[in-house]
């Protein structure tokens, strides 16, 4: 009896010190936490600055889409285009384009990844916000317009806001698949938190590493799921008003 | 106040005023009445133009307003109007809603429109109903806040579509009370409604509309005792 308990712990105790060796080698070894920490503060800067890009974007698109009557109207026409190219085509396609084509002269990668994954969200963000507009009651616009506002005024005092509360879910879903895509920037040699993994995965010849990335995106993923439900509860809540 | 004429909307290939002319002077109170689908709805839009008018021209205090180069948001300071579905502003306060247009339009400093929101709550009895939100409110109370709301911006007439019909039955007096209330202070309205006994009372003249045209107009004793035209006198034995 004695010595199988002792195998099994001595097992054991193999088991974890192999794993403080896994982790040692993936985090410690090299200071490589440091590149780790680099590449999820690059794909914070990316997602967030992707995020407002894409925000901006997707309501000048939503807008013309839903104001724009005349089917002829170039505007239109241009927005319209814009959402069939950007989401009929890869988003590490467009990626490449920009950063070799039309940003070729910049050195600023965070900026081309940034200017890339906005624009490509901006695509998705105003087909969200376009929905929402539209769920908003007609009624309201007219209301807001017999009183004598103009139509800019009605749509920034009476529509946005009571679209916005209809729209937070789908924007924070969308919020969540921007932050994953944006692990594709290795593509074009930026070190986000994926390119890190992937870098120490390839001097370690050990997958550990690319597990931690795993988690931390998890938990990105996880916390940010859990704040939009929380700000999803409060605006019901105003609704029992 | 406001002249029609020969106004006509279609809607694809519907035509559903077909050749309107009328007159609203100051001070009149102008029922419409007519059955469902007669354009009597769509007659009260194109006189603020919710509804574009496809021909014919409607002049307001003198001013073409079919004319592209009107001002159309001037114009619409001084018609009121007010729906069958109140479209209150859920999202803002009782007071918010009222005072949301002469602000950001510069008529009123905040202070002048908080005042003016808060005695004209009073005038309805719903000053404590300042700070509420839309959907706290009962049917009556929303119609009656969406009125004044209208009233706020001191306009020359209001228009009225079916501000009843929305109401559960207890409510709609409060709101016939309160639109009286302006008849009698002599504010010029145009009202389509199916409430009888108000047509009878505030108007000064009922028009009746049938298929897109104004088929009979008198003055409510003589349009209800005399009816003429065999449609209106057939409606008229369907609603009294």
Redesign the interface.
Known sequence: MRPLLAIIIKGKEVMFESLLDHLYSALITDSRYVLILRGLRNTLIITFFALLLGLAIGLILAIIKVTVHSRRNPLLWLANLYTTIIRGTPVVVQLIIINTSIMAQSNNKILIAVIAFGINSGAYVSEIIRGGIQSV?R??T?????????GA?TMR??VL??AV?TVLPSLGNEFITLLKETSVAGYVAISDLTKAGDTIVSRTFDPTAMYLVALVYLVLVVGLTALLSLMERRLARN??? | MISVNNLHKSFHRNEVLCGITDRVEKGEKVVVIGPSGSGKSTFLRCL?L?ERPTSGEILFEGQNITDRRCDI?????K???V?Q?F?????LTVKENIT??PV??HLKSKEEADADAMRLLERIGLADKAD??P??LSGGQKQRI?II??LA?NPDVMLFDEPTSALDPEMVGEVLELMKELAEEGMTMVVVTHEMGFAREVGTRILFMDGGQILEQAPPDIFFANPRHPRLQDFLSKVL
């Open positions: 009651d009624g309201q007219e209301a807001g317009r017999s009183l004598g506002l103009t005024m005092l009476i806001p009571q509360k609704d029992l008003r | 603020n919710l948001n001037k114009i619409r300071q018609m009121g109007m729906f579905h479209n209150l502003f859920p999202h949301l247009a950001q339009l509420a939100y959907p706290q969406a709301r209208s911006m």
